[in-house]
Nanobody, 125 residues
Framework: QVQLVESGGGTVQTGGFPRPSCAASGRTFSIYAMGWVRRAPGKERECVAQINSRGSSTVYADSVKGRFTISRDNAKNLLYLQMNSLKPEDTAVYYC??????????????????WGQGTQVTVSS
């Protein structure tokens, strides 16, 4: 398994552009599809972005498409989420996750092998 640790959250103003990152330990990072899953108070868990193991394919939720960009550096075992044009409704705890399957939201999340501890992103209006 791979161990995941997020960082880079915090409180930002509407329209801000933070870039949370996720550091992975272990030698297996590059074999996993990776994703960012968020949970806001009172809302369902939402997988906002996925990237395949090689970094050649990405999938985004409609709620963030065009505003968020997921990327990875397999040489450094790092995953990123560039967040632009933030809105108050983006406020949530953001978790990185490793899964052997990418694509459909349910297939990805139901097969997650490792979760990070989460990083809080709060968007102030």
């Amino acid at each position: 398994q791979v161990q995941l640790v997020e960082s880079g959250g915090g409180t930002v103003q509407t329209g801000g552009f933070p870039r949370p990152s996720c550091a992975a330990s272990g030698r297996t990072f590059s074999i996993y599809a990776m994703g960012w899953v968020r949970r806001a108070p009172g809302k369902e868990r939402e997988c906002v972005a996925q990237i395949n193991s090689r970094g050649s394919s990405t999938v985004y939720a409609d709620s963030v498409k065009g505003r968020f960009t997921i990327s990875r550096d397999n040489a450094k075992n790092l995953l990123y989420l560039q967040m632009n044009s933030l809105k108050p409704e983006d406020t949530a705890v953001y978790y990185c996750a490793a899964s052997p399957i990418s694509g459909a939201y349910r297939a990805f999340t139901e097969n997650v092998r490792s979760w990070g501890q989460g990083t809080q992103v709060t968007v102030s209006s």
